[in-house]
């Protein structure tokens, strides 16, 4: 999760965000300059070490399976708050790969950026 004052990765077991870098990255999270400036911008991760139970060939796409139903949560809930939200794949993964210090056994899915819409 990139926010302004810095990179926070969600800690799904305590509930918690915990930071991991205390930079604003939201400009590496995809090439349209509105992301520098929402207030929100998700990343998510496939963490193949994590997945030990699944096979390999089957990894990226039970992640990718994964990531779209969090995202389409995500819409779901933006929109019942009036936000605004989109879902990118595209963006430099490289120079988002870097900033977040990823491992070869991470690597990113989707950005989604959460914001108010222009009126």
């Excluded at 019942?80 to 070869?104: C, E, H, I, P």
Aim: proline share 3%; hydrophobic share 45%; net charge neutral.
């Amino acid at each position: 999760m990139a926010l302004p004052q810095g990179l926070y990765r969600y800690e799904p077991q305590r509930h918690v965000l915990l930071l991991i870098k205390a930079e604003d990255v939201r400009r590496v999270t995809d090439y349209q300059d509105f992301v520098d400036n929402a207030p929100l911008d998700l990343v998510y991760v496939a963490d193949h070490g994590r997945m030990k139970m699944v096979p390999a060939a089957q990894r990226e796409a039970y992640a990718s399976v994964a990531a779209g139903a969090l995202s389409q949560n995500v819409y779901l809930f933006c929109a019942s708050q009036g936000l605004g939200t989109v879902v990118r794949a595209w963006f430099d993964r490289d120079a988002l790969t870097k900033a977040m210090g990823l491992t070869n056994d991470q690597h990113i899915l989707l950005t989604q950026t959460v914001g108010y819409a222009k009126r």
